[in-house]
């Protein structure tokens, strides 16, 4: 089965930095890539996804990357705020399956 | 907005009783999951349906089982709670098996068996 991969386990940044967070995945039929981010006390909720047939998707100071011959994809937030610290998932399903396998999570801390 | 609506924020029982949480959607969903999530280990899926009355186990169905009688409603039962089986639990579903798309999570269910 799919098998993701997500780094790091946590992020510390400064207000205004960017972050990145990275994910690789096992299975070459994968081709939908979604992001979840969870606030405290909250469901994961979807932030951006992207489909293998597209390289990038940008979504104001959110973008996707997935490089499908080395099988990772990643999250960008540019110009990072106290708002955007949360938890956050990435995730891969195969066509057909429609089922997600989740990465590990990422604890993001923005610093004020 | 799909709504995804977990019965409990906050559940505390006893080690050997029956344990339902229940997870009801409000999109006429086909898909419906459990997950458990535990720090460091993420997002673990128990039991998925893709139908009502449909059934498929997870990745970590031991010790859990599911109903699903009506197409809005997911119920995942612990048959004797154990203290392992503490930590939070979320329901979730998507659309349909046609494509894959996002899956909308309920707020959670923190459940602590002492």
């Known amino acids: 089965g799919e098998n993701v991969e997500q780094h790091p386990s946590t992020l510390s940044v400064q207000e205004g930095d960017s972050a990145v967070i990275k994910c690789t995945y096992s299975d070459s039929a994968s081709n939908y890539f979604p992001w979840y981010k969870q606030e405290l006390g909250k469901g994961p909720q979807l932030i951006i996804d992207i489909r293998s047939n597209v390289g990038e998707k940008k979504d104001q100071r959110i973008a996707v990357t997935l490089n499908k011959t080395a099988k990772h994809f990643s999250l960008h937030i540019t110009e990072t705020q106290p708002e955007d610290s949360a938890v956050y998932f990435c995730a891969a399903s195969r066509g057909g399956s429609y089922i997600p396998t989740f990465g590990r999570g990422t604890s993001l801390i923005v610093h004020p | 907005d799909v709504k995804v609506t977990q019965s409990s924020r906050y559940l505390v029982k006893r080690t050997g009783e029956k344990v339902f949480l229940e997870c009801v959607q409000d999109?006429?969903?086909?898909?419906m999951f459990w997950y458990r999530q535990d720090p460091g280990l993420g997002l673990r899926l128990i039991y998925f349906?893709?139908?009502?009355?449909?059934?498929e186990k997870g990745d970590i169905p031991e010790g859990y089982s599911v109903s699903r009688e009506k197409k809005e409603r997911f119920s995942l039962i612990l048959e004797s709670a154990s203290t392992n089986q503490t930590s939070m639990y979320l329901c979730?579903?998507?659309?349909?098996?046609?494509?894959?798309?996002?899956?909308?999570f309920g707020q959670g269910t923190r459940l602590t068996v002492v």
């Open positions: 349906s893709y139908d009502v009355k449909m059934k």
């Open positions: 999109m006429d969903h086909e898909n």
């Open positions: 979730a579903s998507s659309r349909d098996r046609a494509r894959d798309t996002e899956a909308f």
